[in-house]
Protein backbone atom coordinates (compact mmCIF):
# COMPACT_ATOMS: atom_id res chain seq x y z
CA UNK A 1 0.00 0.00 0.00
CA UNK A 2 1.52 3.05 -1.41
CA UNK A 3 1.98 5.90 1.76
CA UNK A 4 0.57 9.37 0.91
CA UNK A 5 2.10 11.21 -1.80
CA UNK A 6 2.63 14.65 -2.66
CA UNK A 7 4.09 16.29 -6.00
CA UNK A 8 5.66 17.99 -6.47
CA UNK A 9 8.34 17.86 -3.97
CA UNK A 10 10.09 20.92 -4.56
CA UNK A 11 8.13 24.12 -6.12
CA UNK A 12 9.22 27.50 -7.03
CA UNK A 13 7.67 30.31 -7.77
CA UNK A 14 7.91 34.24 -8.39
CA UNK A 15 6.13 36.59 -6.24
CA UNK A 16 2.56 37.05 -7.52
CA UNK A 17 2.25 33.84 -9.41
CA UNK A 18 0.03 30.77 -7.94
CA UNK A 19 1.53 27.53 -6.51
CA UNK A 20 -0.82 24.22 -6.62
CA UNK A 21 -0.06 21.63 -4.27
CA UNK A 22 -1.32 17.96 -4.90
CA UNK A 23 -1.88 14.95 -2.16
CA UNK A 24 -2.99 11.91 -2.79
CA UNK A 25 -4.08 9.95 0.35
CA UNK A 26 -3.39 6.34 1.02
CA UNK A 27 -5.65 4.02 -0.69
CA UNK A 28 -8.70 3.58 1.55
CA UNK A 29 -8.17 7.34 2.80
CA UNK A 30 -11.13 9.64 2.83
CA UNK A 31 -9.90 12.15 5.25
CA UNK A 32 -6.95 14.79 4.47
CA UNK A 33 -5.32 17.71 6.57
CA UNK A 34 -3.06 19.95 5.43
CA UNK A 35 -0.62 21.63 7.53
CA UNK A 36 2.66 24.24 7.08
CA UNK A 37 6.08 24.55 8.64
CA UNK A 38 7.50 27.76 8.36
CA UNK A 39 11.41 27.80 8.75
CA UNK A 40 12.41 26.58 12.50
CA UNK A 41 8.53 25.94 13.46
CA UNK A 42 6.77 23.02 14.11
CA UNK A 43 3.77 22.42 11.78
CA UNK A 44 0.71 24.32 11.95
CA UNK A 45 -2.71 23.08 10.98
CA UNK A 46 -4.45 24.38 7.86
CA UNK A 47 -7.40 22.75 6.59
CA UNK A 48 -9.50 19.28 7.19
CA UNK A 49 -11.39 18.24 4.04
CA UNK A 50 -13.68 14.97 2.81
CA UNK A 51 -14.06 13.93 0.07
CA UNK A 52 -15.72 16.90 -1.29
CA UNK A 53 -16.08 18.59 1.69
CA UNK A 54 -14.02 21.21 4.04
CA UNK A 55 -14.80 20.47 7.54
CA UNK A 56 -12.68 23.14 9.02
CA UNK A 57 -10.40 25.89 7.44
CA UNK A 58 -9.65 27.72 10.66
CA UNK A 59 -5.70 27.32 10.07
CA UNK A 60 -6.15 28.64 6.62
CA UNK A 61 -4.90 32.13 5.82
CA UNK A 62 -8.28 34.22 5.24
CA UNK A 63 -6.89 35.63 1.11
CA UNK A 64 -5.45 33.87 -1.28
CA UNK A 65 -5.22 30.29 0.19
CA UNK A 66 -7.94 27.58 -0.89
CA UNK A 67 -8.30 23.82 -0.49
CA UNK A 68 -10.32 21.51 -2.29
CA UNK A 69 -10.54 17.47 -2.46
CA UNK A 70 -12.78 16.26 -5.31
CA UNK A 71 -14.62 12.94 -6.02
CA UNK A 72 -11.80 11.53 -8.13
CA UNK A 73 -8.42 12.78 -7.60
CA UNK A 74 -5.89 14.12 -5.52
CA UNK A 75 -6.34 17.21 -2.85
CA UNK A 76 -5.37 20.44 -4.12
CA UNK A 77 -3.96 23.18 -1.67
CA UNK A 78 -4.00 25.95 -3.99
CA UNK A 79 -1.90 29.85 -3.33
CA UNK A 80 -2.66 32.74 -5.44
CA UNK A 81 -0.06 35.32 -5.69
CA UNK A 82 2.02 33.89 -3.76
CA UNK A 83 4.33 36.46 -0.95
CA UNK A 84 7.46 35.64 0.20
CA UNK A 85 6.31 34.96 3.46
CA UNK A 86 4.44 31.62 1.76
CA UNK A 87 7.84 30.15 1.42
CA UNK A 88 7.47 27.03 3.65
CA UNK A 89 6.92 23.14 3.58
CA UNK A 90 3.40 22.10 3.04
CA UNK A 91 2.44 18.76 4.20
CA UNK A 92 -0.57 16.83 3.15
CA UNK A 93 -1.39 13.92 5.70
CA UNK A 94 -4.59 11.03 5.30
CA UNK A 95 -6.14 9.26 7.64
CA UNK A 96 -8.77 6.06 7.38
CA UNK A 97 -11.75 7.73 9.81
CA UNK A 98 -11.66 11.38 11.45
CA UNK A 99 -10.74 9.64 14.82
CA UNK A 100 -7.79 7.79 13.39
CA UNK A 101 -4.02 8.24 12.97
CA UNK A 102 -2.63 10.66 10.38
CA UNK A 103 -0.07 9.49 7.86
CA UNK A 104 2.22 12.25 6.48
CA UNK A 105 3.40 12.36 3.24
CA UNK A 106 7.06 13.68 2.49
CA UNK A 107 5.68 17.64 1.69
CA UNK A 108 6.39 19.91 -0.68
CA UNK A 109 8.88 22.96 -0.60
CA UNK A 110 7.68 26.14 -1.82
CA UNK A 111 10.12 28.63 -2.17
CA UNK A 112 9.10 32.19 -3.25
CA UNK A 113 11.39 34.14 -5.17
CA UNK B 1 -6.54 25.70 23.36
CA UNK B 2 -4.37 23.57 23.42
CA UNK B 3 -0.28 23.75 23.17
CA UNK B 4 3.12 21.96 23.46
CA UNK B 5 6.57 23.32 24.15
CA UNK B 6 9.47 21.07 23.51
CA UNK B 7 12.30 22.04 26.01
CA UNK B 8 16.16 22.45 23.58
CA UNK B 9 15.94 23.25 19.89
CA UNK B 10 18.97 21.07 19.49
CA UNK B 11 20.09 17.80 21.99
CA UNK B 12 23.28 15.81 21.28
CA UNK B 13 24.06 12.68 22.83
CA UNK B 14 26.90 10.56 22.47
CA UNK B 15 26.30 6.98 20.39
CA UNK B 16 24.75 4.38 23.63
CA UNK B 17 23.79 7.23 25.71
CA UNK B 18 20.27 7.97 26.70
CA UNK B 19 17.97 9.87 25.06
CA UNK B 20 15.53 12.18 26.46
CA UNK B 21 14.07 14.78 24.78
CA UNK B 22 11.65 17.11 26.70
CA UNK B 23 7.74 17.95 25.72
CA UNK B 24 5.33 19.95 27.81
CA UNK B 25 1.51 20.10 26.90
CA UNK B 26 -1.38 22.73 27.61
CA UNK B 27 -4.32 21.06 27.22
CA UNK B 28 -8.16 21.92 28.52
CA UNK B 29 -9.88 18.47 28.12
CA UNK B 30 -7.84 15.36 28.57
CA UNK B 31 -5.53 15.02 25.54
CA UNK B 32 -3.86 12.83 23.05
CA UNK B 33 0.18 13.06 22.57
CA UNK B 34 1.96 12.11 20.22
CA UNK B 35 5.84 11.81 19.18
CA UNK B 36 6.93 12.24 15.20
CA UNK B 37 10.09 12.04 13.84
CA UNK B 38 11.06 13.71 10.67
CA UNK B 39 14.52 12.71 8.87
CA UNK B 40 15.79 15.02 6.34
CA UNK B 41 13.62 16.01 3.54
CA UNK B 42 10.94 13.37 4.05
CA UNK B 43 7.18 13.14 5.97
CA UNK B 44 6.46 12.55 9.57
CA UNK B 45 6.43 9.31 11.16
CA UNK B 46 4.98 8.19 14.25
CA UNK B 47 6.83 7.46 16.87
CA UNK B 48 4.26 6.75 19.46
CA UNK B 49 0.74 7.95 20.85
CA UNK B 50 -0.84 8.24 24.11
CA UNK B 51 -4.35 7.73 24.57
CA UNK B 52 -5.01 7.62 27.57
CA UNK B 53 -4.45 3.91 28.35
CA UNK B 54 -1.56 3.07 30.15
CA UNK B 55 1.21 6.08 30.68
CA UNK B 56 3.76 4.58 29.98
CA UNK B 57 4.02 4.31 26.23
CA UNK B 58 6.13 2.37 23.73
CA UNK B 59 6.99 3.31 20.58
CA UNK B 60 9.30 1.88 17.43
CA UNK B 61 13.04 1.57 17.84
CA UNK B 62 13.10 1.59 21.59
CA UNK B 63 11.49 5.19 22.02
CA UNK B 64 9.24 5.97 25.00
CA UNK B 65 7.32 8.21 26.68
CA UNK B 66 5.53 8.72 30.08
CA UNK B 67 2.54 10.68 30.18
CA UNK B 68 2.58 12.24 33.80
CA UNK B 69 -0.48 14.63 34.37
CA UNK B 70 0.77 16.14 37.24
CA UNK B 71 3.61 17.61 35.39
CA UNK B 72 1.78 18.31 31.96
CA UNK B 73 4.82 16.67 30.43
CA UNK B 74 5.16 13.71 28.21
CA UNK B 75 9.02 13.08 27.27
CA UNK B 76 10.71 11.31 25.12
CA UNK B 77 13.43 8.35 25.92
CA UNK B 78 15.38 5.62 24.26
CA UNK B 79 18.34 3.88 27.10
CA UNK B 80 20.64 3.95 23.51
CA UNK B 81 20.94 5.85 21.19
CA UNK B 82 21.96 4.75 17.77
CA UNK B 83 23.52 7.09 14.97
CA UNK B 84 20.22 6.34 13.08
CA UNK B 85 18.14 8.31 16.10
CA UNK B 86 19.53 11.65 14.36
CA UNK B 87 16.91 13.38 13.05
CA UNK B 88 13.92 15.95 14.64
CA UNK B 89 11.78 14.96 17.08
CA UNK B 90 7.98 16.78 17.21
CA UNK B 91 5.95 16.02 19.90
CA UNK B 92 2.00 17.12 19.28
CA UNK B 93 -1.09 17.39 21.12
CA UNK B 94 -4.79 17.02 20.01
CA UNK B 95 -8.10 17.26 21.12
CA UNK B 96 -11.20 15.70 20.12
CA UNK B 97 -13.56 18.29 18.46
CA UNK B 98 -16.91 17.91 16.95
CA UNK B 99 -17.36 15.04 14.51
CA UNK B 100 -13.97 13.29 16.28
CA UNK B 101 -11.44 14.19 14.36
CA UNK B 102 -7.67 15.09 15.75
CA UNK B 103 -6.74 18.63 14.94
CA UNK B 104 -2.98 18.45 15.44
CA UNK B 105 -0.97 20.88 16.89
CA UNK B 106 2.56 20.67 16.88
CA UNK B 107 5.74 21.58 19.21
CA UNK B 108 8.50 23.65 16.92
CA UNK B 109 10.84 20.31 17.05
CA UNK B 110 14.13 19.15 18.51
CA UNK B 111 17.16 18.21 16.30
CA UNK B 112 18.71 15.04 17.64
CA UNK B 113 22.49 15.34 17.13
CA UNK B 114 24.55 11.32 18.06
CA UNK B 115 27.54 11.88 18.26
CA UNK B 116 30.17 8.45 17.64
Known amino acids: NAGVMQNPRHLVRRRGQEARLRCSPM?????VYWYRQLPEEGLKFMVY????????ESGMPKERFSAEFPKEGPSILRIQQVVRGDSAAYFC???????????FGPGTRLTVL | AQSVTQLGSHVSVSEGALVLLRCNYS??????LFWYVQYPNQGLQLLLK??????LVKGINGFEAEFKKSETSFHLTKPSAHMSDAAEYFC??????????????FGTGTKLQVIP
Open chain 1, 93 to 103: ASSPTPDNEQF
Open chain 1, 27 to 31: KGHSH
Open chain 1, 49 to 56: LQKENIID
Open chain 2, 27 to 32: SSVPPY
Open chain 2, 50 to 55: YTSAAT
Open chain 2, 92 to 105: AVSDRYSGGYQKVT
